[in-house]
């Protein structure tokens, strides 16, 4: 997604070119610092979590379908 950013593992190039980009261009950075932080606080709310905790014991308790 565009809440992170993915280098490829190893890649120490790629990673520097990445935190480069970050350091130089300080408008990249606040959008990908507003992004993460709403993809975590609706991915991980509470609420968020409980709700897929509550869908999948229900599949494993057999009382919903996969859908």
């Given at each position: 997604?565009d809440?992170?950013?993915?280098?490829p593992?190893?890649?120490?190039?790629a990673?520097?070119?990445?935190?480069?980009?970050?350091?130089?261009?300080?408008?990249?950075l606040q959008g990908?610092r507003?992004?993460s932080t709403?993809?975590?606080?609706?991915?991980?709310?509470?609420e968020?979590i409980?709700?897929q905790?509550?869908?999948r014991?229900a599949?494993?308790?057999?009382?919903?379908q996969?859908q």
């Open positions: 997604g809440a992170a950013v993915y280098v593992p190893g890649d120490s190039l990673l520097a070119s990445s935190l480069r980009r970050f350091a130089n261009d300080r408008a990249a990908l507003s992004r709403q993809l975590a606080a609706t991915s991980f709310a509470p968020a409980v709700q905790l509550s869908v014991i599949r494993l308790a057999g009382l919903q996969e």
